[in-house]
């Protein structure tokens, strides 16, 4: 290994053999370890010490060797940095050329496949050319054009399509986009809580004066433990042995104490566990140092260079020369494309948030009697450990303090706090160029959601070929673009409901306050066994019914703060991928989708003038109107469209009115649809729609009228369960099976929701439910069976394939019509020391698993494409 260096065996040994060991683990890789050592010895901005950095980097380089590994492109593009910086000699950077030579790596290729900001690939630029003074930079390929045949249209270039434009003029555009980045810098966002605000009582008052001088006490606190953690960790590296004082350092530790604070005050009173709470850490500390790093490279003022000019192709007072979609005109200002963080093995990730996680530990205490008069009550934790089983897995679970949580309850204060990357954007996304590059302006955003440690999904994202994945790009930047408002009427409603105490018959949740009590509270001693058992049953029910209740009414504060905060604003929702193929969105704290309170009715199209909309009609307005709307299956929805069309009605020009209630497509069970063009079911097709019909059909009534057939023949032979179900076959008790029957719904799964159906009729006897929900699901798969007599062998010969690839030893592949390669990320878990955290280092190891993946390929393989074929091809629709 060049170059030739005298180095003292005796202080060598223990560190190459030490951090050998840990490279043979295979959760490392050279571009991780050299990843590490640049972060330790901060060469991405500045030389600083040269002289020692080029010798740790022999140390790293012996050992990359020592452990059977390979430097690759990221390794020599690292090292060519760290030469051009220093001025080494041109031998030296001679002899490191011929070796990349010699393992097949091509000098170009550090230029076009690894990004690199301009102060990187200058420094490069200056070692290279010492040896070969002509080299110049390779020139920029042609854009490479997806050749798909759905997509054939969408790409066609027998006549240029004007991209839809925002009803935004530039000014406004740029000035949201300077907002976003400000948000995206301070990697948080504040909104105030919708919870209906405690009067400031002495208590109050009180509890939130308590509230403040603890967190200051536990800041500093914090600080030291942290600062101690660091001084310790510094001298295992200093013995040679691998530690996370490195990571520890990346970020300001006041930075650090931020993050820990705002994990500790938004830790629910059940607790969390203890895997989840440190991926949580592990995750933000990760965002916020590539936010960091980004603005300290420069990367910021480019962007907002690029950025300034691609809003040319989306503001509706500007025109570009030759109209195309945002990835391409985007590509053709010439953007530098974002540097790609190496993200951290989740052993480190793991490991670094354990580490964080036990400081907040170590570091916050409280008095355990808050109302002491003197001040002499001992110190206890703030949080500790308990363990809990979830199914059959024991887990370590870090809950507060009971203190603790009574003293934020009283507090009651007014605000929550999101990060950057789980809120809308309030300027259009970055469109989608790239496996990594899209969606957010600085905070990191893969474009496939993966299960955690899964690696293999991006792998083949970085090696398609970059058209293939055009559809999928375009498709996600479109959805990406569409501008959203808050429809303050519904969102008034809402409010008002969620502030007297919620109703849950119209998705509002209830305050855990309102949760039932058993009706008897104590026992006495003479009482019988079975009704004391029976008083257990019943406080266990009511106490899980309150749990879930404390659960749904904290997510519906989250969402509707958030929609509160955006009331009047316009804003955007990011999307990307999930592990499917299946287009999500990136921020996760809202979504025009959803179930519980979701935002779907709370949310209108901003596209269009807005002006103040008139009066709604008095059948459509609120609690004190006829209130028909609340007995429709979706009836916040159904209000919002009764309010919009009463807008129209009550306008100058009805036909001329500018609608902006969202409008959502579906098929008619389109799992199904694909089933019966695939086995040519005509029965099954002519009820899904894919055939001519005088009038829609409805595949649910469909069924439900054939399961009422077989039941009227049972019934006359006397089955009992037959007769008792006269009447109460209907659509709404089919439904949810028929529907999820192509996402491989068993009879067990099947059952339980018939059941669940069942139990809502008030007038069936209780006591059949049992046994009506086992003869319905056999019937409505009777019926399917017969409807669809393709389907239930194509998902047949699917799920037998996925059984004997797995067994074999291989992961499940495929690829979609669109060009996504999907994988099964389902493997055999391989445990991190004492963490229930699986790790997929290579798609060889471990083995796959064979249950999960053999009935999870027919609901994976084929719903995925028509939505983003259709989303393509919305700028070509006049």
Known sequence: MWPPLQVDPVCESPRRTHLSAQLATPAWSPCHLLSWWLQRRGLQGAAGNAEGAFRELVYVLLMVKDAGLTPDLLSYTAILQCMGRRGQDAGTIERCLEQMSQEGLKLQALFTAMPLSEEEQAAVLTAVHKVKPTFSLPPQPPPAVNTSKLLRDVYAKDGPVSYPKLHLPLKTLQSLFEKQLCVELASKVCVVSVEKPALPTKEVMHARKTLQTLRNHWEKALCRVLQETKNHLEGEVHKGRFSLYPFLCLLDEREVVRILLQVLQALPAQGESFTTLARELSARTFSRHVVQRRRLSGQVQALETYYRKYLHVLASDTKVPNPCLPRQYWEALGAPEALREQPWPLPVQMELGKQLA???????????????????????????????????????????????????????????????????????????????????????????????????HQELLETCPPAALHGALDALTQLGNCAWRVNGRVLDLVLQLFQAKGCPELGVPAPASEAPQPAEAHLPQSAAPARKAELRRELARCQKMAREMHSLRAEARYRLSLAQHLRGRVFWLPHNMDFRGRACRAARASSHLGSGVALRPCWRCAQGPLSDPPRPLVSAQDPPGRKWWMGAEEPWQTLACCMEVANAVRSSDPAAYVSHLPVHQDGSCNGLQHYAALGRDSVGAAS???????????????????????????????????????????????????????YGVTHYGGRLQIEKRLRELTDFPQEFVWEASHYLVRQVFKTLQEMFAGTRAIQHWLTESARLISHMGSVVEWVTPLGIPIIQPYRQEVKVKCTPI??????????????????????????????????SSCPRIP
């Open 688 to 742: 899904v729609n894919l055939e001519p019909s005088d009038v829609p059909q409805d595949v649910y009534s469909g069924v439900a009228a054939q399961v009422e057939v077989f039941r009227r023949q049972d019934a006359e032979r006397g089955t009992q369960v037959a007769q008792m179900l006269e009447g109460f076959i209907t659509r709404k008790v089919v439904k949810q099976t028929v529907m999820t029957v192509v």
């Open 358 to 456: 036990e400081m907040l530990v170590q570091a916050t205490r409280m008095p355990s009697s808050l109302d002491s008069q003197h001040g002499s009550s001992r110190l206890v934790p703030v949080l500790y450990h308990v363990y809990s089983f979830r199914n059959v897995q024991q887990i370590g679970i870090l809950k507060p303090h009971p203190a603790y949580v009574q003293l934020l309850e009283t507090a009651a204060e007014p605000t929550l706090t999101f990060e950057a990357v789980d809120v809308p954007m309030l300027c259009p996304p970055l469109p989608w160029t790239s496996p990594h590059t899209g969606a957010f302006l600085l905070s990191p955003t893969k474009l496939m959601r993966t299960v955690e440690g899964a690696t293999q």
């Open 838 to 871: 699986p790790v997929y280092p290579h798609p060889s190891v471990p083995r796959p698993s064979v249950p999960p993946s053999r009935p999870s390929i027919p609901p994976r393989l084929i719903p995925v494409c028509p939505s983003q074929c259709t989303t």
